[in-house]
């Protein structure tokens, strides 16, 4: 029987099944941060259940964690009670927790692969959509919702329907200026956000092997936005040569061993999926999305279509967009590199490139919010961090930021805001605030420019 890598790593993980029903799934690991936690925890102690493996949760602050003067008490008191509330927990309970200002602290997404608490093989949860960013490692992971999280802390196990298999297949090589953040909006804004709906994703072909471990990590995010239940990127020597001698990462001849049992991951020759898409690479271009959701997006030269839709006239009125129309030469105010889809090393790097040597618009406001801490000091260590100081850029400590306005970090009402996060519903970024979603490079370009502009042409 030919199996695919998701199959591989789901049956290895199902303890029990229900004739023609759910199966019960094992959870490596399960990762916890402050605002899907507290219901789950005041549930167990309410039955009186106790966490049943603790040294399997990682716990993190980051979604609703102040971006500038950290060391100081937080202000908002949802947030500050949040906090407490999660420490509170942790301790309570003997859990891990990677409180803010601790030197592991980040966005939960960013801070565990960096800290190899990710590995291939594994199943990884959390009360949060974007889990499936995990699934770059050959990992099947997903997000969770409150009583799911009270079921893994009382059990470490999921009572699951086995979602069907997806493949989308990328050949070819990309052009110089496209990034993975151009490659799934590109796959999004040509399947739809519909396309993955009861599905687990692989990605395959020539553009996903070649890829560093963080472009795999932006592609798997966005997974969410195609409507499917996770994505998932085949374990190979990029992965092991990231895993290997990180903090929690395996060392020696556990290592070793554990890497014979994740070369027998990846998809058999010939395994079938229930459904494939097959994309070529030379057909992708920087993209921006001009819509009210992810699939919503073009290529950064072309113009908005003119389809006559409801929802699609409804989604151009709320950002004051007309059909046809094209956004190169659109002033922008607010530009936002950060979030769990693009705040990791890579992306800064790739920003600092393009603005070392040129100053910021003086319209722009630019922030830009590592994903960690050990990405903030990256940051400084090479050198990065001068750079964005000399082009009048914005570097905040970590946290979700700006992708989700629960904190201060908001868009205003009516502005504009290019941004490297993953979604850019109505009212994401703060009430009344327009999302376009763009890569870190047409993002640092938008932002010295105080316009959008077509990157290819200054760059090709």
Not at 147 to 154: K, L, N, R
Not at 285 to 310: A, C, Q
Request: charged fraction near 25%.
């Amino acid at each position: 029987m030919k199996r695919t890598l998701f199959d591989k790593v789901w049956d290895a993980h199902v303890v029990d099944s229900i004739k023609n029903g759910p199966q019960v799934l094992y959870i490596d690991k399960h990762l916890i941060h402050e605002v899907t936690s507290p219901q789950a925890f005041n549930e167990l102690e309410k039955r009186k259940i106790p966490i049943f493996r603790p040294n399997q949760i990682v716990a993190t602050a980051d979604h609703n964690t102040p971006t500038q003067n950290q060391h100081l008490p937080i202000k908002d008191e949802l947030s500050r009670k949040q906090l407490k509330q999660l420490s509170q927990n942790c301790k309570k309970n003997n859990i891990t927790l990677y409180e803010l200002g601790h030197e592991y602290n980040g966005i939960v997404h960013v801070m565990a692969p960096e800290l190899g608490i990710t590995q291939p093989g594994m199943t990884i949860v959390c009360g949060d959509s974007h889990t499936s960013t995990h699934g770059a490692f050959g990992s099947i992971a997903f997000g969770i919702g409150t009583s799911q999280v009270a079921q893994v802390f009382a059990s470490q196990c999921l009572l699951l329907k086995k979602p069907k298999s997806l493949r989308v297949s990328v050949n070819g090589t990309l052009k110089n200026n496209v990034l993975p953040k151009d490659v799934i909006l590109y796959i999004i804004s040509k399947i739809g956000t519909n396309a993955g709906t009861g599905y687990f994703c692989e990605y395959a072909g020539d553009v996903f092997e070649n890829m560093s471990m963080e472009g795999r990590m932006t592609i798997c995010n966005m997974s969410i936005e195609m409507g499917a239940r996770g994505g998932m990127i085949a374990p190979d020597q990029t992965t092991f040569n990231y895993v290997k001698g990180k903090e929690f990462a395996p060392k020696g001849r556990e290592f070793e061993n554990k890497i014979t049992y994740w070369k027998t991951l990846p998809t058999d020759v010939g395994a079938v999926f229930d459904k494939e898409y097959t994309f070529d690479a030379k057909d992708i271009d920087p993209m921006v999305t001009y819509g009210t959701n992810p699939g919503m997006g073009v290529k950064i030269s072309e113009n908005i279509p003119e389809l006559n839709d409801d929802s699609f006239e409804k989604s151009l009125k709320y950002m004051n967009f007309k059909k046809g129309e094209s956004l190169i030469n659109k002033p922008i105010n607010f530009v936002f590199i950060g979030s769990c889809t693009n705040s990791r090393i890579e992306d800064f790097r790739v920003a600092a490139n393009y603005i070392k040597g040129k100053q910021k618009a003086n319209n722009v406001t630019a922030w830009l919010v590592p994903g960690s801490k050990k990405v903030e000091a990256q940051i400084i260590k090479e050198g990065l961090k001068d750079i964005f100081d000399d082009a009048g850029f914005e570097l905040r400590q970590p946290g979700c930021s700006a992708c989700l306005a629960m904190n201060d970090d908001k868009i205003p009402q009516g502005e504009y805001c290019v941004s490297t996060s993953n979604r850019n519903f109505e009212g994401r970024q703060g009430q009344g605030s327009r999302t376009i979603l763009a890569s870190p490079l047409v993002a640092a370009a938008t932002a010295i420019e105080g316009r959008i502009i077509d990157i290819t042409k200054q760059l090709n």
